[in-house]
């Protein structure tokens, strides 16, 4: 994540100005890698290193909380420059601020975890 | 050898995520960076203010491994692997960055403005980072995943619920950047 610039804030902005193919490339190429295995994995039904048979599971079906949920996210995203993984990528690398955006991402899923009983799901 | 030190392009990164997918895949895991949020919000006692986090920890402990596989990472990436950190982004991209007020724009990693060590210390800054992190945190879990979860996992399995959610993800960073940003800054 590092290397390929993906947690950095200003690739984050980039991609949504639509000013550069590199971020679309990188989840693009994963996909269609992901895609290309993922058919392969379950149309020679292979087993994982442990020997068990491997289930990739569906997700769970709904509109709202995926649409919501998605909206918000995104919202985040931009703001912060970084989801999840780029978020422990940049601790590593030594920018002590964004404890400030995991401190809110475990605030966030927090409030989350109380409020979701009265949300659209 | 040179290469490595310089930024790696898209067609390396790429296959590399699609390869820790696998990895996790053939480990019986599956590949997604946000439910260790929740993991850690149960260790901390959450479970005892919300059902939602009484759930049986132990058993997503593989969660934190891969969490520190990312912070060693980003350590030997930035301080082992590199020479520099300035990203190129593009001019154009750079200049409306300038126009909001990002100096730092195609200087540096991350925004100075927000992320550097005075920034910490200015109320707006700091409240930036917070809700950014809010959002995204309460986002994730609203939607089961963020983008490794939906984006990469998700879709590589063609599942709807994914696509709908990217197209969350696509909505709210775009109203972000083209509304709010203008706004903000």
Known sequence: MYKSEAASWFRIYEMFQFQSFHMYGIIGSALILGVIG????????????????IKIEPKEKGVWKYLNGGIVFGLGWALAGACPGPIYTL??????????????????????????????H | MEFIFEPWPWYVAGPLIALIMFLLIFLGKKFGMS?????????????????????????????????IGAVI???IGAHLLSNGN????????????????????????????LF????????????ILLIGGVLLGFGARYAAGCT????????????????IAVIGFFIGGLFMVHVLFPLIF
């Open chain 1, 38 to 53: 993922v058919q392969l994995i379950k149309s020679n039904k292979l087993k994982s290193f442990f020997g068990e048979p």
């Open chain 2, 148 to 163: 490794s979860g939906h984006a990469i996992s998700g879709l590589s399995n063609l599942q709807l619920p994914s696509l």
């Open chain 1, 91 to 120: 601790i590593g690398a030594g920018y002590v601020s964004i404890l400030v955006v995991l401190a809110g991402a475990l605030l966030g899923t927090f409030i989350y975890g109380l409020l979701q009983k009265k949300l659209p």
């Open chain 2, 86 to 113: 300035a990203v190129a982004i593009n001019p154009d991209t750079i200049s409306i960055l300038k126009d909001l007020g990002f100096q730092s724009a195609g200087e540096s990693y991350l925004p100075e403005e």
């Open chain 2, 73 to 75: 990472g980003g350590f």
């Open chain 2, 35 to 67: 439910s260790n949020l929740e993991t850690i919000c149960t260790l901390c006692g959450a479970g005892k203010k919300a059902d939602y986090f009484d759930i049986n920890w132990k058993k997503q402990r593989w969660n934190l491994v891969v969490l």
């Open chain 2, 116 to 127: 550097g060590l005075n920034a910490i210390t200015d109320i707006k800054s700091l409240s």
